[in-house]
């Protein structure tokens, strides 16, 4: 295979300015005829080359003249026509069957009804066209359908027209008057109930809000109205942005390959981020259709109405949108949770992917397929970058650098460099070193030393970076962050507060007048995405953990004196050593579960240990049983120690108030739940009795899911209990049926591999489903780390199979599995020539996917 790559970047050699399409949809034989008038964009004479992939062509005509199958040539998925006049018309029928499409990718079916997917080139799959976004054109498109099958048929833009044609077949005709490129195409035909509300924009346009889903889910779109009401309202106020249409569609689809999608005008979704009720969404799912639906609205300014010139270009409206969803959600909750919350995602799925074979610039270089590039450092190291041009902007030069974007590219496609050349203009801010962050892949490590000079009253500190080298990036060069930082007096009061600008490779800070020895509070809010490397002491931990006026800081410190003791007893557990208990963490843990100043979330967040994956990281050669023993125990030692706090904490906050899903509500939830977890530690009968007495009182999903996910890590008979009654519960609901099968792929329990691997072969099961898959195959392998890595390696052949089951049948899912074996270099070396044979196993199979073979050769180097 190939790669494709930023430099050979060329403006297109033909643009168009009107696309017309028309669909005869039949299940397996769906006809598609795309007209299109070209003309030549510079006067090279060039052949016109269409992508095209897994099409029938039946027709082509260029200005009205059939032609013959010499006058052109179709090879690689590309149709080549040559001898072109400088203007001409082209018309070209296909035939597709979206019911054989399990790619779901381009048109297909999902419970019968149509629908699409076209980003990043999925509309090449639909029809011959240049299929890459810098070629914008204005859509009109007719659909005609079954009237039975397809009561529903919806485009982009406006619908201009609606027709019977005869007894069973009828016609409808949109038109979108934006110019998009081609990934923004989508169409949706089926039978599907709708719900509907309205929105006035600020400057009084009425917009029809609907959303489709499959009949009898009508009662569980409220919260995604809810959401999507308030993003409009939010992008007015934030970046006086609205709405610029009549209408506003959203679908709701069960078989979808990611979460959601921005099409213009018409957003298809994953059913995972529009449909909640109390009884089957937790306060996660809640908060997670909350922030999906504003980010896919919010792509409507950041994405179509300014697109990416080239799919290199991608974290141009990823990352982008990713920061302006994140601070929509930071104004609709607590800024501090979702700070954390950010930057646990961050640290889980972004740091380990710039820490291996699979590292890449925000803005990548170079690619095989891109679908593989929809990644953690695309989007939320992306969002990093945006988040730090803020830091150093601040809010009100932020805001006119966003203006001057859109008042110079409303309608283009454009870059990196563009938008940061916007965000320069503005603010007159130099960001030339700042852009490198587009560019270096890794995460930089910066590490602190300060010194205090009683006599002289001043503090210096010194911060110095270093960025090691990333595949086919061997040198790097310095890069400029913002760190925030605070210099916290005896008192507990900050004594200095600031954003340093750190731009070289060692640099030191003076603060004069500093009455009495301060403790340093480093990069407050998580201002720069780097790893800090500080020498604490235990009781300077416990400071920051009290009195620390920045939130998130409070809870980094949480963290990293959780993680000094976890990583301490890891080397006792080497070392045949018993565990020791530090009281002070623990006496801080307690002051923290009382403080009455903080929220409940929060409270929630701090007594959360650094999950295993994070430890992981933190090591040089990662023993997950070690790192589970070590973390089981602390567990223990927090539950023995506090056990009446705990009881005390659990027993106030359980509530006969009916379930409201906002986030103080959620908070109180969390914190009640965090509580109940510590006290299973225990294993004493009454704990037991209330966690089986929440699984089957609780009236909310997010308490039953509580319980459930505590039961399914004992070997108790109340687990099956429990597992059995869920299941019979919620059988005939699909995104319950996932939450029970992703708790039990995450169970520590050592039969979960035996129980992935029957529960394979259950009716709540399907290896066509994206969700499904990501439920069972997914979580097991990304997010069970102690069984996923088992020593004897029957984990990652287990895993490998599927890998391969599911290339044949979906390749963007199936490379999406492959990142857990690239962490091999991590593991010892039994596992390490365990998990290369499986990844040579993958590349070794006849009839790869392009995607597949991207992700598994690359982890192998
Ligand atoms: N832009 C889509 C992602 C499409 C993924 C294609 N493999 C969703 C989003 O980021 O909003
Ligand atoms: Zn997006």
Known sequence: ???????????????????????????????????????????????????????????????????????????????????????????????????????????YQSSGNYCTQCEAQGFRRITYFQDRPDVMARYNVTIIADKTACPVMLSNGNLIDQSDLDETQHAAVWEDPFPKPSYLFALVAGDLAMVEDTYKTSSGRDVDLRIFVEHGNEDRCSWAMESLKASMKWDEERFGLEYDLDL????????????????????????????????????????????????????????????????????????????????????????????????????????????????????????IAIDNFYTATVYNKGSEVIRMMHTLLGEENFRKGMDLYFERHDGEAVTCDDFAAAMQDASNIDLTQFKLWYSQAGTPDVSASWAYDEAAKQFDLTLSQHLGATPGQE??????????????????????????SLTQAEQTFTFKEIASKPVVSLNRGFSAPIKFKADYSREELAFLMAHDSDDFARWEAAQSYGTLLLLDMIKAHQEGRAFEKDAPFIEALRKTLHNENLDAEFIALCLQLPVESYLAEQMDVIDVEAIHAAREALRGFIATDLQDDLLETFRNLRSDAPYSPDAKSAGLRSLKNICLAYLSELDDPACMGLITAQYHNGDNMTDRMAALGILSN???????????????????????????????????????????????????????????????????????????????????????????????????????????????????????????AQLQRIIDTDGLSNDTFEMASKSLN
């Open 1 to 107: 295979p190939q790669s494709i790559r930023l430099e050979d970047y060329r403006a297109p050699d033909y643009l168009v300015d009107n696309v017309d399409l028309v669909f005869d949809l039949e299940p397996e034989s769906t006809r598609v005829l795309c007209a299109t008038t070209y003309y030549a964009a510079n006067d090279e004479g060039a052949p016109l080359v269409l992508d095209g992939e897994d099409l029938t062509l039946l027709n082509i005509a260029l200005d009205g003249r059939t032609l013959g199958e010499t006058e052109y040539s179709i090879e690689n998925n590309q149709l080549t026509l040559t001898d072109l006049p400088e203007r001409f018309e082209l018309v070209i029928e296909t035939e597709i069957n979206p019911k054989g499409n399990t790619q779901l990718s381009g048109l």
């Open 248 to 367: 506003y569609n959203i679908v709701a689809v069960s078989d979808f390959n990611m979460g959601a999608m921005e099409n213009k005008s018409l957003n298809v979704f994953n059913t995972k981020y529009v449909l909640a009720k109390s009884d089957t969404a937790t306060d996660q799912d809640y908060a997670g259709i909350e922030a999906v639906i504003a980010h896919e609205y919010f792509h409507n300014w950041t994405g179509n109405r300014v697109t990416c010139r080239d799919w290199f270009q991608l974290s141009l409206k990823e990352g982008l949108t990713v920061f302006r969803d994140q601070e929509f959600s930071s104004d609709m909750r607590s800024r501090a949770c979702e700070r954390i919350s950010n930057v646990k995602v961050l640290r889980a799925g972004q740091f380990p992917e710039d820490g291996g074979p699979l590292a890449h610039p925000v803005r990548p270089e170079s690619y």
């Open 475 to 500: 040198t790097k060069e310095t890069m400029h962050m913002p760190i925030s930082i605070g210099l916290i007096g005896p008192d507990g009061e900050d004594m200095v507060s600031d954003v340093l």
């Open 714 to 836: 004992k070997d108790v008979s109340a687990r099956e209990e429990a597992l059995s009654d869920f299941y019979s519960r919620y059988k005939n609901d699909p995104l319950v049926v996932d939450k029970w099968l992703a708790v039990q792929a995450m169970s520590s329990l050592p039969t979960t591999l035996d129980t992935v691997k029957s529960l394979m072969e259950h009716d709540a099961f399907s290896i066509k489903n994206p969700n499904k898959v990501r439920s069972l195959i997914g979580v097991f392998a990304h997010a069970n780390q102690l069984n996923f890595h088992r020593a004897d390696g029957s984990g990652y052949e287990f895993h490998t199979s599927r890998i391969l089951e599911l290339d044949k049948i979906n390749p963007q899912i199936a490379a999406r599995m492959v990142a857990p074996l690239g962490k091999w270099r991590r593991f010892d070396t039994m596992r390490q020539d365990l998990m290369k």
